[in-house]
């Protein structure tokens, strides 16, 4: 199975200050990686897919880069509605889908 | 509007059974594979299933395998996810989610708001 790592467990960060998220995947999944952002008491939302490309609504201050085990969750100029926990989730062709434990962004 | 709407959640004792369904709407349902994926209380977001268009090719998670059944009803728009044998660490959160096509692969680009099943004596 391919398992999912990500870090920091927990991001405090000012608004308008820059915030990067880390996963790490157990083996080569290429690009086929997507982010996914949950707000409490909401069903996630899918935020980036391919590793870095914006799903629909997602702003442009979200960038994802990254190929293969190592990939980034970069949230520029972070705003107050950006705190949430984002969550990886690998999407070869070869299940289980795993996610991966999730980032919780805090705004100080 | 796409919409997916989980149902049948319940407080239920461990070595129960339970149904849950996925009503859809605002999509041509058969032409998507559906997932379900499950949240423990203040935890992280568990894969447990995919199916495909047909519901001929399901991929099971191994923590619910053997235990978890997964259909879906094209003509009426529902997915199913039958639970047997629920333990008490298969309280969650269910939700259900649309796998949409991000060329070239594939990701959750609806969800419905969950359904709360609790196992508990």
């Known amino acids: 199975d391919i398992l999912l790592t990500q870090s920091p467990a927990t991001l405090s960060v000012s608004p308008g200050e820059r915030a990067n998220l880390s996963c790490r995947a157990s083996?080569?999944?290429?690009?086929?990686l997507g982010w996914y952002q949950q707000k409490p008491g909401q069903a996630p939302r899918l935020l980036m897919y391919?590793?870095?490309m914006r799903a629909t609504g997602t702003p442009a201050r979200f960038s994802g880069s990254g190929t293969g085990t190592v990939f980034t969750l970069t949230i520029n100029s972070l705003e107050p509605e950006d705190s949430a926990v984002y969550y990886c989730?690998?999407?070869?062709?070869?299940?289980?889908?795993?996610f991966g434990p999730g980032t919780k962004v805090e705004i100080k | 509007d796409v919409q997916l709407e989980e149902s049948g959640g319940a407080l239920v004792q461990p070595g129960g059974s339970l149904r849950l369904s996925c009503a859809v709407s605002?999509?041509?349902?058969?032409?998507?594979?559906m997932n379900w994926v499950r949240q423990a209380p203040g935890k992280g977001l568990e894969w447990i299933s995919y199916?495909?268009?047909?519901?001929?090719?399901?991929y099971t998670a191994d923590s619910v395998k053997g235990r978890f059944t997964f259909s879906r009803d094209n003509a009426k728009n529902f997915l199913f996810l039958q639970m047997t044998s629920l333990r008490v660490d298969d309280t969650a959160i269910y939700f259900c989610?649309?796998?949409?096509?991000?060329?070239?692969?594939?990701?959750?680009?609806?969800w419905g708001r969950g359904t709360l099943v609790i196992v508990s004596s």
């Open positions: 989610a649309r796998e949409a096509y991000f060329r070239p692969g594939t990701y959750y680009d609806s």
């Open positions: 605002g999509f041509i349902f058969e032409t998507y594979d």
């Open positions: 199916i495909s268009k047909s519901g001929n090719t399901v």
């Open positions: 083996q080569n999944i290429g690009n086929f």
């Open positions: 391919s590793g870095s």
């Open positions: 989730q690998q999407r070869t062709n070869w299940p289980p889908f795993t």
